[in-house]
């Protein structure tokens, strides 16, 4: 059985956060542990448009999630906790947030995609001019910089192909120079364009 047929037959053809009759879409949740059936839920256009442009969403609309947060099926309980911390500023939120009950397994899953996390808490790595830097993204050094441990220096324009981020200092990344990984602070580089 196919993942629609089986989400179809699963919520009797309904959209499992609002109830509608349109649902149409097999929506893979974020940040799951797997691709199963079970890692997916059967949305509705409305629903599907409005998580992805999370700016969209209506707030009678997602009133829906007073009933879907109470789902047996996990990946519903996911997308409902995760959908309520989107939405933190409506007035009725943060009581449904304090009375919904997910098992331990299921809020790990929810919170691995960080939304509960509060913007200004998240750790951000910039450049020397305040560029936002991603893992995998290239950088080139603005200052020749000796490197601890090894017998070369890393000369302003090197380029710094697929660095890494280094997740609890937002002041160092990790990349890779003369075939050697090594950490340069933030400060010291600027995002490439290549």
Known sequence: MSFEKELQKR???KCELCGSSDANTAYAVPS??????AHHIWVCPTCLQQMENIETADANHWRC????????????KVVSWRMLHKLKQLDWV????????????????????????????IVKHVD??????????????????????ATFSAKVGTVVRKIHLVEDNP??????????????????VKKSAN
């Open 65 to 76: 999630l007073n009933d879907s947060i109470w789902s047996e099926e996990p990946a519903v």
């Open 94 to 121: 943060p009581d449904l947030l304090d009375i919904a009950y997910l098992e331990e397994e299921t809020l790990e899953w929810a919170k691995a995609s960080g939304d509960d996390k509060d913007p200004d808490d």
């Open 171 to 188: 002041e160092q990344i990790e990349g890779r120079v003369n075939d050697s990984m090594i950490v340069i602070l933030t400060k010291y």
């Open 11 to 13: 919520s009797g053809e």
């Open 128 to 149: 020397c001019y305040g560029a936002l830097l991603h893992n995998g993204d290239n950088v080139v050094l603005i200052k020749s910089l000796d490197v601890k441990g």
């Open 32 to 37: 799951s542990p797997g691709n199963k059936a």
